[in-house]
């Protein structure tokens, strides 16, 4: 069974999302939050799998609160943003605060659920409509910076996790990177598992904006 914590400042909204997932039979919403703050206190008391995070609220905003969720130790749920704007600043900020998942508002409800689903596996999920696009935008808004390289110029991934990496980047779900690379959805898993620790990221998202970091990931057109 897979726990959600609901976290928009509009009564409504809230409903309906916990409407949605409630009625699903592998998902239990076990709480709901208006702000920020609420949505740390609960992610804390509750322990959710997976909190459903809108970002501009009043007073401590989604950001933050994905910030708080993501680094603190003893709170083990994921973070899933689910927003109106598809790429703006504040998107992008709760990506690099640790959210492992973004989706929009407006998205069917399969693909809500599925965000959900994907995120409690630590999967992570961009919306494959948009993952190009929005990792573009992240790239291009790095590129003031110089990329940060691994250790001694080398990096600890193998050659197939780097493949595997940057297959994430285009979107591709673990099946597909199976067919792509002619291997077992099994091995896909061995080695999405392996590239996972080495770059001591908490989900699939996250190891893509590491290889970005890095200069290990470059996202095309």
């Known amino acids: 069974m897979i726990t959600l914590l609901v976290v928009d400042d509009q009564a409504v909204v809230r409903a309906g999302l916990s409407v949605i997932a409630g009625a699903q039979p592998d998902i239990e919403v076990v709480g709901e939050a208006a702000d920020g703050a609420e949505a740390i206190r609960l992610a804390r008391e ?128 673990n099946a597909e990177i199976s067919a792509r690379l002619f291997i077992e959805p099994t091995t896909v898993k061995y080695h999405l598992a392996g590239l996972l620790q080495k770059t001591a990221a908490r989900d699939r998202l996250q190891a893509v904006l590491w290889g970005i970091r890095t200069g290990l990931v470059e996202v095309g057109g």
């Open 46 to 173: 509750l322990q959710p799998d997976v909190v459903s995070m809108d970002l501009r609220m009043p007073g401590l905003g989604g950001i933050e609160a994905t910030r708080a969720i993501a680094a603190d130790p003893a709170i083990s749920s994921e973070v899933l943003v689910v927003t109106t704007f598809d790429v703006d600043d504040d998107v992008f900020a709760a990506l690099e605060a640790g959210a492992a998942g973004f989706i929009l508002k407006g998205a069917e409800e399969d693909r809500l659920l599925g965000a959900i689903r994907s995120v409690a596996a630590g999967e992570g999920t961009l919306d494959q409509r948009l993952t190009r696009r929005v990792l573009r935008e992240f790239t291009s808004r790095r590129a003031g910076g110089r990329p940060v390289p691994p250790p001694s110029g080398s990096h600890p991934l193998t050659d197939r996790e780097l493949e595997v990496l940057r297959l994430l980047a285009e979107g591709l779900s």
